[in-house]
């Protein structure tokens, strides 16, 4: 005798979730899908509900940096000015713990460690060669350092390949009209060679500037908060992250972690100008994550209609499926 299958009783199932990538976040995946599907039954908390998400997403993406800037502040304010071990080199120590902290408990992958070693390396060249010019100084002694620059110094540079490389993922980037990348790794060698050059020959930002532009002008950047892809030019993404490091920039300054010339004599904002190094520097960055997340394609469709059919497919049955 044949029995019938006996139909299991429907469950919200878990979406792709960038929290996959991250091993220790995947039981809270199932989780935050249900809290989502009661968020979606009115417009107003769904609103609320994908303001809140990009918020947690954005703070997600910003743990490297974001742990960075918590110890500057706090070595500032309570570190002892006698003791044995120098600041910065408690400074090296700590975010070196931090990066095997993140590695050993899987809340880091590895294809964003190699991007944080390669820019590490970069922006300790870099910073070899600024503060031996008088670019900046470092005015507190330490041990670990070479050429008279702090070896945690790299580190700052390495918060900025952490953010794009989380975000790249987290956000599921896609895009049209993207460069290609032997365009971007052209400019990105022209920039970081301007950094250098600047201090004996013309320097050349203007022009790469206007090179940047013309690269990105056409490129749409595509990222999902929740459910639905939302999109920005690229160019303004760029300028928008690069607003924000420079206001870490004027945490780090103003916490003596390092000075401007202008600054000895007391602290003052940064400079406004150093915002275009930042973007400049923002898209060596950018270009390096590249070559480790090929940009993908975003396919010109009907997004709402798709992926409400989708979601339709995903939600279990009587819920509501957000339209965004």
Known sequence: ?????????????????????????????????????????????????????????????????????????????????????????????????VQVALLAGRLETWEEAKVILIYHLVGTAMEIFKTS?????????????????????????????SYICRCWRLFDFRFTGHPRRLSLIGLSIAIYVNFFSHHYIVDLRWLLFAAAAILFFRTKIYFKVWHVYRSMPLLLGLVLVSLFIWFSENIGTFTKTWLYPSQRLGWSMVSIDKLGSWFLLLIVSYTLVSLVNAPRERAVCNDRADLRRRDAADAPVGASVPTL
């Not at 979730?17 to 989780?31: Q, V, Y």
């Not at 010019?133 to 790299?154: K, Q």
């Open 1 to 97: 005798m044949h029995h019938p299958l006996k139909r299991q009783p429907d469950r919200p199932e878990p979406i792709a979730s960038a929290a996959a990538n991250w091993p220790p976040l995947r039981r809270f995946i199932a989780g935050e899908h249900r809290l989502g599907l009661v968020m979606a039954q009115r417009r107003s908390t769904l609103a609320l509900y994908e303001f809140l998400r990009f918020g947690v997403k954005q703070a997600w993406a910003c743990l490297f940096g974001g742990i960075a800037v918590a110890l500057m502040i706090g070595t500032w304010r309570y570190y002892p000015a006698n003791a044995p071990l120098a600041r910065y080199d408690f400074l090296f120590l700590c975010m070196l713990a």
């Open 133 to 161: 010019v008088g670019s900046w100084i470092y005015p507190d002694p330490n041990f670990f350092r070479i050429g008279g620059v702090p070896l945690f110094s790299g580190f700052m540079y390495s918060c900025i390949g």
